[in-house]
């Protein structure tokens, strides 16, 4: 299983970025997939989850309402589209696969198998 994250960068704060994770190995039609992020001298957190076919997305508190999450079941893509970006939203952003649960629950970083290398997303 392999997920590749792309899309970050450095953006002005109000801007907006589009992450995308391929996932190769791995199917996301049928699985919870999510993306986090980690800040320096923080702990991970979930930031988004999607489960497609139920066609059922959770969000942290914190983002709701400013970040989507979606997937394309033909390219095995997920993407975390994030609007309105503050310089809190600065962090590491990683993408997950095979939530062993579902829901919030796959908010949490333990709950996953197999993890992407992460894009850095840097607002100013």
């Known amino acids: 299983v392999q997920l590749v994250e792309s899309g970050g960068g450095s953006v002005q704060a109000g801007g907006s970025l589009r992450l995308s994770c391929a996932a190769s190995?791995?199917?996301?039609?049928?699985?919870?997939m999510g993306w986090f992020r980690q800040a320096p001298g923080k702990e991970r957190e979930g930031v988004a989850t999607?489960?497609?076919?139920?066609?059922?997305?959770s969000y942290a508190d914190s983002v709701e309402g400013q970040f989507t999450i979606s997937q394309d079941n033909a390219k095995n893509t997920v993407y975390l589209k994030m609007t309105s970006l503050k310089p809190e939203d600065t962090a590491m952003h990683y993408c997950a696969a095979d939530c062993t649960g579902g829901g919030r629950w796959c908010l949490i970083p333990r709950n996953y198998n197999y993890w992407g290398q992460g894009t850095q997303v840097t607002v100013s």
């Open positions: 999607i489960f497609n076919r139920g066609g059922s997305t």
């Open positions: 190995g791995y199917g996301v039609r049928s699985a919870y």
